[in-house]
């Protein structure tokens, strides 16, 4: 029997394999999502009603607040670290050759495959031989391993391209090397930064194992201090609180995925044609006619530097 072109559900078995996966990824969050709603005293997989008690408590839980401020903390300050030394990074394997290039760029994105667990150890390790006690600034240390990464790769897509005619350009204008940096090739970047600085700061917050390893008496993140509560059992208030951070993850992920997009469609549609020389102008300044004269001694004539202004 032959399904009608307006039935809803797949026609063929790449459909039904599509759905299937798609169930077997998303179906956990959904109910995950219903029982956070599910009017019971303890954890339990039978209905008794709808209740919004579990997030009214999860809101009065100083120790979930505490936790996620040290969580918020650590993820603020490593990813804007790494979102520094990620960019320069990435715009120096880039433009620059120097022997040991090749060995340096894949000792420098190891991080991205390399196990939570090896870079969890590794770290408690070094930290052990140096002698220096564990506290939140260990934590920080440690996840700017991974998200400098991260915002290195992110930024290097971008990087691939963009036009390199547009700083030279910005150069043979006057620019100096920081200006054609600061004001022509940052801007164009700012998308890509962005976006890796949102990927890097949602695997902070989520990072459980690397922290454990690492954290001290006084830090104590919120992955630890779910970890902590669960290990006898799920309990309703948990729920609420997964539901909140699957949503803020998700909303954060599709801003920097949209910000990435409309960066590079918006770059693409300015930096062409006849209007190139008016967004360089605009981005080094005019001091370049100042200049005009000792660079290019034949440009004497009043007038010609006037046709320029």
Known sequence: MRLPAFWPLPRTWQGWLTTALFAFMYGPILVLTVYSFNDSIRYTSVWQGFSLKWYESLFQDTRIFRALQDTLFVAIVAVAISSVLGTLMAIGLAKYYFPGKGVY?????????????????????????????LSIWTIIAAHMVFCLAYIAVVVSSRLGSLDPNLEEAALDLGATPAQALIQVLLPQLMPAIVAGCLLAFVLSVDDLLISSFTAGGGANPLPLEIFSRIRNG?????????????????????????????????????????????????????????????RYPDLQDPGANRRFR
């Open 105 to 133: 760029r894949g000792v420098s994105y190891l991080p991205l495959i390399i196990p939570d667990i090896s870079i969890a150890v590794a770290t408690l390790v070094f930290l052990a031989s140096m002698a220096i006690p």
């Open 234 to 294: 799920v309990k309703p208030d948990m729920n609420a609180l997964s539901v909140l951070l699957i949503l803020a993850s998700g909303m954060i992920a599709a801003l920097g995925e949209y910000l990435r997009y409309k960066g590079s469609t918006t770059m693409a549609e300015q930096f062409k044609g006849d209007d190139v020389c008016a967004i360089l102008l605009s981005c080094v300044g005019m001091n370049w006619v100042n200049d005009l004269p000792v």
